[in-house]
């Protein structure tokens, strides 16, 4: 009987789901809604039955499951697995390990979901396996992972590779979730391009295809690729800030692959392009021209593979 890995990928919305054989290769996938309701107290309990359920569909019960590697939003305390702090889902100080291993019976590995999609886009994805790798993932937020020589740096509290949260802007920034103003999460994020964009448009003088259209990161992008100029602009300005917060980043760690994730990386080409021309400006010379830039290979999957990673490392030591 082939034995699995359970990766899980735990956001406010949705939990991933999926077993994973020994190799990497997704037997399963599914997905059940984020109860939050009484600040998350039915999240582990609801993770717990859709797993059972599953096995009991794919036969062979709980002897075909060895592990389970799951990603949660927030800093983790890497040995005990608790989560310090994930304000969508209402946990503070929450001992996530704890609570799935007592109710599986199964070894459990904790870690930040953007980390676990790092591990997931290494293993299986863009990163194609190389041991020094920046993942930046840019969504309603931005996220970061670092691997160096094959591990995940999680720092003193479990806040490494926050990448999102390099202060860009040291005076007069936009405010940030964090707490913060000037953050890369505020310019390099969706939310961070539509708030770009809508400056300009409110002072803009010149025509544009963004006047009086619902604006979104994905029709910035769209709109710099057909050549308006103010769309250019706003395109510019994001890639050159990301691509100097990664050359920051990168001239610390030297990676060999730096792969870009999230919704917006939808955007293909154009951004994958300028951050890596901003970024060549930028990093040490040396850094610079070991260092490739790439967009992410793995999408939603990314997170579950990456968790499955985790629960590997959990059987292999």
């Keep these: 009987m082939e034995q699995w890995l359970a990766g899980i990928d735990l956001g406010g919305t949705t ?3 999926a077993f994973v054989t020994l ?53 983790v305390q890497e040995e005990s697995g608790m989560l310090y702090e994930t304000v969508n889902l209402g946990w503070t100080n929450y001992p996530l390990k704890q609570e799935l291993e007592a109710a599986t019976g199964l070894p459990v590995a904790v870690d930040n979901d953007a980390n676990i999609a790092a591990l997931g886009e290494m293993w299986k994805g863009a990163g194609g396996g190389a041991r020094h790798l920046l993942f930046v993932t840019l969504g309603t937020g931005v996220g970061g992972g670092v691997i160096a020589n094959g591990a995940i740096v999680r720092g003193t509290n479990g806040a490494g590779g926050e990448i999102g949260h390099m202060t860009m802007i040291p005076e007069g920034g936009a405010p940030c979730n964090c707490g913060k103003t000037g953050c890369l ?8 391009i539509v708030r770009i964009a809508s400056e300009k448009l409110a002072v803009a003088k010149r025509p544009s295809v963004l006047h009086g259209g619902d604006i979104s990161a994905k029709a910035v992008f769209d709109a710099a690729k057909a050549g308006d100029p103010l769309a250019v ?14 050359a920051n980043a990168a001239d610390v760690v030297n990676p060999q692959k730096i792969v870009i994730g999230g919704g917006v990386s939808r955007a293909g080409d154009i951004l994958v392009e300028r951050v890596a021309h901003h970024f060549c400006r930028f990093a040490f010379p040396r850094v610079a021209a070991g260092a490739e830039v790439v967009l992410a290979t793995l999408g939603n999957d990314a997170g579950v593979i990456g ?11």
């Design 185 to 192: 999460e505020t310019i390099a994020s969706a939310t961070g």
């Design 233 to 246: 602009e706003v395109v510019d300005e994001v890639t050159r800030y990301l691509g100097l917060a990664l």
């Design 23 to 75: 190799d990497g290769d997704i037997v399963h996938k599914w997905e059940i809604p984020t109860n939050k309701a009484e600040r998350g107290a039915h999240i582990v309990a609801d993770i717990v039955r859709s797993l059972r359920e599953r096995q009991d569909q794919a036969g062979g019960g709980n002897g075909r499951l060895l592990a389970i590697g799951i990603g949660a939003p927030g800093p």
């Design 307 to 317: 968790g499955a990673w985790l629960a590997k490392t959990l059987i292999e030591g």
């Design 15 to 17: 939990i991933k789901m």
